[in-house]
């Protein structure tokens, strides 16, 4: 899908979209990303997710 297309399918959902806030853990307690300065958004744009298999 380009671009173009793209933009016209979030203007005709425009009105069901919400605001989905993002929450990550920080020294033992939950903040939301948005409320980080830039040099720690940064640094959790870059954070490696990973997925931990089962012991066996």
Excluded at 15 to 40: A, D, W
Excluded at 41 to 55: A, D, T, V
Aim: with cysteine.
């Amino acid at each position: 899908m380009n671009t173009h297309n793209n933009n016209q399918l979030l203007q005709s959902h425009n009105l069901q979209r919400t605001k989905c806030l993002v929450y990550t853990r920080v020294m033992g307690y939950h903040r939301p990303v948005e409320s980080f300065n830039i040099g720690k958004k940064g640094e959790h744009k870059q954070r490696l997710q990973f997925n931990e298999r089962r012991c066996s």
